[in-house]
């Protein structure tokens, strides 16, 4: 995008001044452009191949996230909509707290942009599993689309809660098991 910088982005939105997330889903530009930001598999965000180190700014960017239709992650104004590139998942869970156990336990997830999520219907875990290595990746819904990866802590205390249900491995929240692995796969 020839001109545009993230400090015009930010000059689009002076009118618009929000204590928590604006109103991205009533917005819907025509204009559309790319924009050189990207956010890498480390939740760390970069504009033109340098790091974005003001958290505020980053957390910012982040308010304006949403993942089109056409699988593209954009960064939306009330005017137009950015394009840019996420390496993985938009969000990195970097805490994990639990309260209770079995069926009325409840799993608290806080991402590296400071969202905090309760594993629920609306906010479901799961586990990818890479073809190649045979890794598993977890993650958890964020919102509207948008997914934190599980830092590899996290995804360690996350397997500590794991109890067997059936022939499923998984992990109850809000009354919700969540099935991450099945037994016979296991064995």
């Not at 965000?45 to 982040?62: C, K, Q, V």
């Not at 104004?77 to 707290?97: G, N």
């Not at 799961?126 to 964020?142: A, W």
Request: hydrophobic share 35%; glycine share 6%.
């Amino acid at each position: 995008m020839v001109g545009e910088t993230p400090y015009s982005l930010l000059k689009e939105l002076e009118d618009v001044r929000f204590k928590d997330r604006p109103p991205i889903h009533l917005w819907d530009p025509q204009k559309a452009s790319n924009l050189d930001l990207t956010i890498s598999d480390d939740g760390s965000w970069s504009y033109l191949g340098s790091r974005i180190t003001r958290h505020r700014l980053a957390r910012l960017f982040s308010t304006l996230l949403r993942l089109e239709n056409d699988g593209k992650y954009y960064l939306i104004t009330p005017k137009e909509k950015y394009r840019i590139e996420v390496s993985d998942a938009p969000f990195i869970a970097i805490l994990m707290q639990e309260v209770g156990s079995g069926r009325d336990q409840s799993v608290f997830f806080t991402t590296n942009m400071g969202d905090q999520i309760t594993v629920d219907d609306e906010h479901p875990l799961r586990l990818k599993i890479d073809l190649n290595s045979g890794e598993p990746s977890p993650y958890v819904m964020v919102r509207d689309g948008l997914e934190a990866k599980l830092s590899r802590n996290v995804y360690y205390q996350l397997m500590e809660l794991l109890v067997k249900e059936d022939k499923r491995i998984g992990v109850w929240s809000e009354n919700v098991f969540f099935e991450l692995l099945d037994s016979s796969e296991c064995y």
